[in-house]
């Protein structure tokens, strides 16, 4: 099973401009949207996050469980749901005005984390701008530590500017998990947030060469349309997008860290040391399972991956 901790929340996409824009309700959060595209590819997926009770999380749980996400390690909240309503930007990366204090996916604690993992568990997703908020960052730091050695730790920096005022702050944090995570995926819009004016290939490169241990043996960049690329030991591996018609980009990310992550679990390559002796042809396929997987989420609207039946027409 793979579990992804961090945030869920309702993404609002705009479908109609008729009479001004029309927002539609989409599962937002990258950690949900990476459970939810990992179990709709066939894999065991779990969410590890704070769920209100409100309508709008009610709406999540149920879009969730109708994918196959198993709930056991939801905590509900009172809070309300967090919100974000997505402005598509012609070229460039969606704009996203987020409503989010005091929102339940913020309020998870350390105690409401679950004592221990079963040996189900192989493998924790973390994501999202809740490592970098209170007190959520602070008990996904405390699981993230917990788990480290036990289970592969796969790591999505997702950084959104908006949520990160403090920018310096954020990357220092962001850092440290890096070096507790065996698999790292940014993408080429986040390392140019977080490292301005230095090229994103190099600063993935480096990760691998940092003389801290143990640090990621595996440092994914996504490119957009010019595809992905993976730094390992067994040297450097690209790999082109998938051309398809673009509707949105939203949760392409995502998507792609979940079809790494399912094809690191059909391969039964799920810990550090099997990930640490990977050859070339695997990441290969590995990230051409995963650019699918992305390129078939941007052609609908939302966050809304694709169902392992829908690979196999392609």
Known sequence: MIVAC???LVDFTVESRERGPLYVPHVGGASLNVAVAVARLGVPAAFLGGLSR???????????????????????RAEPT????????DGREPVFSFYGHGTAERALRPDDLPPA????????HFAGYSLLVEPVGTALETLGR?????????????????LTPDLD?????LEAWVRRADVVKASRADLGVLYPGAPGEEVARSWLARPEAPGPVLAVVTLGA?????????????VPSVPVTVVDTVGAGDAFSAGLLAWLHEARRLTRAAVARLGGSEITAALGRAALVAALTCTRTGADPPWLADLAKR
Do not use: T
């Open 146 to 162: 917990r788990e480290q050695g036990r289970r592969l730790i796969f790591l999505d920096p997702n950084v959104r500017p908006a």
């Open 6 to 8: 961090g945030e869920a």
């Open 169 to 173: 702050a954020g990357r220092a944090r």
């Open 82 to 89: 967090a919100l974000a309503f997505v402005q598509p930007e």
């Open 117 to 124: 993992f079963p040996r189900e568990v192989e493998a924790l």
């Open 54 to 76: 409100d309508a709008f999380g009610r709406f999540l749980r149920a879009q969730a469980l109708a994918s196959g996400v198993d709930p056991r390690y939801v905590c509900e």
């Open 226 to 238: 010019d595809g992905a690329v993976a730094f390992h030991a067994a040297g450097e591996v690209r």
